[in-house]
């Protein structure tokens, strides 16, 4: 409270030892540490700058204040804002850092104005690429830079420019107050790895708020924090992968940001640039040059969450809608011709070549032997290929024990996968389905008892597979038995 009474007010002049002059003209944050205020220089009033102000810091925390200004005011990037000036004010006990004001609005505010509150993949891309540069800019620094808050709020769409420019950067931000806990945070929750509640920071920690942007700015949802996630219940990570609550997220794409956002600082990408490169590398470069040539930062501040039609428009649907309705049923009137002739010759045609009744769609051929062998078409890309096998374990919760288990001989062709189980006591097929998104489910019959084990998970980085698995009666309810399970691939 009493470093929120010593804000200084809008009108307020500060005086710099150089003999410089700023006026508040508003202010732009505040906290328990200082405040950023919004200033004009007096000997020229064209144009406003950020002065960030820390109070009444200790000898090493001015120290370093004054060391890191003199770094960034030697940093030169167009997605960066200048420093001008680092000075201190011995008789007030403050200190200060001048820099460009960025005019604009963050992403944090326009993702909540998206549907949903979230960006497609490609907008998403073409508004960190700027930042993406800029934070790999800062890595290459000697010594390297951490910017330690990344985040949609940190990230701003000019009013005037084509790029978004990352702000808030500099030691500065380490003695802003988090009013979510009683210590000093060095980031913001969602956004800030575990490394940063104790153990000290590296590049990789702006790998991981990198990570946790792209996340939110996909999905509209902020990741759990990351103490949260190191502390669930079990043992399991809260993080819910992007791919299941953004459809549109490819699970490549999913994959590679919980890669990016791991707990472990050692389990990250080594670097930016390979995060990046990941990411790009499942998004087809049409993708990209579509986006790019129809992407306009201005439309980005501008458009209403909901469009409308004009009426001459319209009439033009509406005339549209009339030409097109005669062609759409005379190509109906051919597609049921059409289905009626395939129909008629299925049935005076010969012994086929699909086995009748088979359910599953394993297309099986019989050989000049007359055995049936089986022919598996190749896995559509849209589907993620599993591996021939994996072992793994599963944790019976009930019983509180592990065991080893086996997926061996595994056939996929699409969506579609078969093979044996091995494990908990059971051994014999199981069928089941894998989505693009990377989510998977098998059932092993359990003939004895009449049961059924149904197992779901998800694909998760490098191939592995995690998830759960209960016990189903014949009328497919739950009876009580329960637990995880996690494998990878066999070599």
């Given at each position: 409270?009493?470093?929120?009474?010593?804000?200084?007010?809008?009108?307020?002049?500060?005086?710099?030892?150089?003999?410089?002059?700023?006026?508040?003209?508003?202010?732009?944050?505040?906290?328990?540490?200082?405040?950023?205020?919004?200033?004009?220089?007096?000997?020229?009033?064209?144009?406003?700058?950020?002065?960030?102000?820390?109070?009444?810091?200790?000898?090493?925390?001015?120290?370093?204040?004054?060391?890191?200004?003199?770094?960034?005011?030697?940093?030169?990037?167009?997605?960066?804002?200048?420093?001008?000036?680092?000075?201190?004010?011995?008789?007030?006990?403050?200190?200060?850092?001048?820099?460009?004001?960025?005019?604009?609005?963050?992403?944090?505010?326009?993702?909540?104005?998206?549907?949903g509150k979230r960006f497609s993949l490609p907008q998403v891309l073409n508004l960190m690429k700027p930042?993406?540069?800029?934070?790999?800019?800062?890595?290459?620094?000697?010594?390297?830079?951490?910017?330690?808050?990344?985040?949609?709020?940190?990230?701003?769409?000019?009013?005037?420019?084509?790029?978004?420019?990352?702000?808030?950067?500099?030691?500065?931000?380490?003695?802003?107050?988090?009013?979510?806990?009683?210590?000093?945070?060095?980031?913001?929750?969602?956004?800030?790895?575990?490394?940063?509640?104790?153990?000290?920071?590296?590049?990789?920690?702006?790998?991981?708020?990198?990570?946790?942007?792209?996340?939110?700015?996909?999905?509209?949802?902020?990741?759990?924090?990351?103490?949260?996630?190191?502390t669930g219940s079990r043992g399991l990570d809260t993080l819910e992968p992007a791919h299941l609550i953004?459809?549109?997220?490819?699970?490549a794409v999913a994959m590679a940001l919980e890669h990016a956002m791991s707990i472990s600082s050692d389990?990250?990408?080594?670097?930016?640039?390979?995060?990046?490169?990941?990411?790009?590398?499942?998004?087809?470069?049409?993708?990209?040059?579509?986006?790019?040539?129809?992407?306009?930062?201005?439309?980005?501040?501008?458009?209403?969450?909901?469009?409308?039609?004009?009426?001459?428009?319209?009439?033009?649907?509406?005339?549209?809608?009339?030409?097109?309705?005669?062609?759409?049923?005379?190509?109906?009137?051919?597609?049921?011709?059409?289905?009626?002739?395939?129909?008629?010759?299925?049935?005076?045609?010969?012994?086929?070549?699909?086995?009748?009744?088979?359910?599953?769609?394993?297309?099986?051929?019989?050989?000049?032997?007359?055995?049936?062998?089986?022919?598996?078409?190749?896995?559509?890309?849209?589907?993620?290929?599993?591996?021939?096998?994996?072992?793994?374990?599963?944790?019976?919760?009930?019983?509180?024990?592990?065991?080893?288990?086996?997926?061996?001989?595994?056939?996929?062709?699409?969506?579609?996968?078969?093979?044996?189980?091995?494990?908990?006591?059971?051994?014999?097929?199981?069928?089941?389905?894998?989505?693009?998104?990377?989510?998977?489910?098998?059932?092993?019959?359990?003939?004895?008892?009449?049961?059924?084990?149904?197992?779901?998970?998800?694909?998760?980085?490098?191939?592995?597979?995690?998830?759960?698995?209960?016990?189903?009666?014949?009328?497919?309810?739950?009876?009580?038995?329960?637990?995880?399970?996690?494998?990878?691939?066999?070599?």
């Amino acid at each position: 409270m009493l470093h929120e009474q010593m804000t200084l007010s809008v009108g307020a002049t500060i005086r710099s030892p150089y003999g410089d002059r700023y006026v508040i003209e508003g202010h732009l944050g505040k906290g328990g540490f200082g405040a950023v205020y919004l200033v004009r220089d007096r000997h020229d009033r064209q144009h406003l700058f950020a002065l960030k102000e820390v109070l009444d810091p200790n000898k090493r925390e001015r120290e370093r204040f004054i060391f890191e200004g003199e770094v960034l005011k030697r940093l030169d990037h167009r997605a960066l804002p200048h420093v001008y000036k680092v000075f201190a004010q011995d008789k007030s006990r403050r200190m200060y850092m001048l820099m460009d004001h960025i005019q604009g609005t963050n992403l944090e505010t326009l993702r909540n104005g998206q549907p949903g509150k979230r960006f497609s993949l490609p907008q998403v891309l073409n508004l960190m690429k700027p930042i993406v540069e800029a934070v790999i800019y800062l890595h290459a620094q000697d010594p390297p830079i951490v910017h330690k808050d990344i985040k949609p709020g940190n990230i701003i769409v000019p009013t005037k420019g084509d790029e978004t420019v990352l702000v808030d950067f500099g030691s500065a931000k380490e003695y802003m107050e988090d009013k979510t806990t009683s210590v000093i945070r060095h980031g913001s929750p969602g956004y800030a790895a575990l490394e940063q509640y104790g153990s000290g920071t590296t590049p990789r920690t702006d790998i991981y708020g990198l990570g946790a942007t792209m996340y939110a700015l996909l999905t509209g949802v902020i990741p759990p924090d990351a103490i949260t996630r190191a502390t669930g219940s079990r043992g399991l990570d809260t993080l819910e992968p992007a791919h299941l609550i953004a459809p549109g997220v490819p699970w490549a794409v999913a994959m590679a940001l919980e890669h990016a956002m791991s707990i472990s600082s050692d389990d990250r990408f080594a670097t930016v640039e390979e995060f990046w490169q990941e990411l790009n590398a499942h998004v087809p470069q049409q993708v990209h040059e579509s986006a790019r040539n129809s992407f306009n930062m201005s439309q980005l501040l501008t458009v209403p969450e909901q469009s409308f039609t004009p009426a001459s428009l319209q009439h033009q649907n509406s005339r549209k809608r009339r030409i097109l309705l005669p062609i759409f049923l005379i190509l109906l009137l051919f597609l049921f011709v059409g289905t009626g002739l395939v129909f008629y010759a299925s049935r005076n045609t010969g012994p086929s070549s699909i086995i009748q009744g088979n359910a599953h769609p394993f297309v099986t051929t019989t050989s000049q032997s007359g055995v049936p062998s089986a022919v598996v078409s190749p896995t559509s890309t849209l589907y993620p290929s599993l591996a021939a096998s994996y072992s793994g374990t599963a944790y019976d919760l009930l019983a509180k024990e592990h065991t080893t288990i086996f997926l061996t001989h595994i056939q996929q062709r699409q969506r579609n996968i078969q093979g044996y189980f091995q494990g908990l006591g059971q051994v014999g097929p199981f069928k089941g389905t894998v989505t693009p998104s990377g989510h998977i489910q098998f059932k092993i019959p359990v003939q004895v008892s009449k049961t059924t084990l149904f197992f779901v998970g998800d694909i998760k980085i490098a191939g592995d597979m995690t998830g759960n698995f209960e016990v189903l009666n014949q009328q497919g309810q739950q009876i009580g038995e329960y637990g995880l399970w996690n494998v990878a691939a066999s070599h």
